[in-house]
């Protein structure tokens, strides 16, 4: 009776640490996630932006765009390096996301470039909306110098008009129109 009370004993901790190290393998290979709220140029909220990272320890994002209330047509968006969203014209997200100190846009003709924060224009419907879904390969949610968390976070910002991909040092985008605070802080 003892001895096999005493192997049950063993085979329960071989289970429970199998146990253990197969959640850990799996939250480590757990992709990543962060929502981010997006307001307007009056403080209104205009939608929200999803960040994710297929792979924890790999950078490159994707931003799975939910807006409304926009002008149709093409916009910059690119991610900004203070995590600071002061309406009406959100200069207090200071610069773009610049932590290799690249030149701006991907057609640039001076090397390097482009700015980590970087993104691709998106594109709003008719009716205001965009559900736009862009990548970017550079940027991280986890940690180091290209994590939108570092120094205290970043913001992403759409702006009026269009990207050109080669004028620094912001594509020649015009005014701010909606920012998001990318930070590690819950209220
Ligand atoms: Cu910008």
Redesign the pocket.
């Known amino acids: 009776m003892l001895k096999f009370s005493g192997l049950g004993d063993e085979l329960s901790l071989i289970f429970l640490l199998l146990f253990v190290f197969c959640a850990n393998f799996a939250f480590a290979d757990d992709q990543l996630r962060y929502l981010v709220d997006l307001q307007g140029v009056h403080g209104q909220r205009i939608g929200t932006a999803t960040l994710t990272q297929a792979v924890r320890t790999q950078p490159g994002i994707q931003v799975s765009l939910k807006l409304s209330g926009l002008n149709p047509g093409l916009h ?3 991610i ?1 390096e203070f995590a600071k969203c002061a309406p009406p014209d959100f200069v207090s ?1 200071g610069a ?1 996301f610049n932590p290799s100190g690249a030149h701006h846009g991907q057609s640039s003709p001076v090397q390097p470039h482009p700015h980590a ?1 970087d993104l691709p224009n998106i594109e709003v419907l008719g009716d205001g909306t965009s559900h736009a879904v862009v990548t970017n390969p550079y940027l991280t949610l986890s940690d180091g110098p290209f994590s939108v968390f570092s120094n205290g976070g970043t913001s992403l ?3 009026a008009g269009v ?1 050109d991909m080669e004028t620094d040092p ?2 020649n ?1 015009g005014a ?1 129109i909606g920012c998001g605070e990318i930070n590690r802080v819950t209220l």
């Open positions: 910059a968006m690119h900004h997200a773009h924060g910002i759409i702006h990207d912001a594509g985008a701010r």
